[in-house]
């Protein structure tokens, strides 16, 4: 897979996180996918993956800026900020970092980063 593919398919995972769109993430990821929320949870699998996507403290879809992108090999690095609003109506904004490792064309483990930021 190019690096371009691989660019465009974390573009494909960020607008379905943008969007709240399940089948959207899920169509980027392997059956057996890992994502590794560092300090929080670790999913296994696409079913726990979906258990993560929307979570029960917040309110519909992040806001999502990519600020950089680092490409070597099978992996892609993102950097970014956020904003989300929490079921309480109270925003909350973050710092992120996501590392994905590909294999055969698809997202096969995801490492998120995510720091809180003053409002």
Do not use: C
């Amino acid at each position: 897979m190019t690096n371009t593919a691989q660019r465009a398919l974390v573009n494909e995972y960020m607008d379905g996180f943008r969007a709240s769109d399940h089948a959207r993430i899920l169509a980027t990821v392997t059956d057996d996918v890992e994502w590794v929320i560092h300090g929080h949870r670790t999913t296994r699998g696409k079913a726990e993956f979906d258990s993560e996507i929307d979570n029960p403290a917040f309110i519909g879809g992040p806001e999502l800026t990519v600020q950089r992108v680092f490409e070597d090999g099978p992996v892609v690095i993102t950097t970014g900020e956020g904003r989300a609003e929490t079921v309480g109506h109270t925003p909350f904004r973050f710092a992120f970092n996501d590392l994905f490792t590909f294999r055969e064309g698809l997202i096969a483990r995801v490492d998120s980063y995510v720091v809180p930021l003053p409002q």
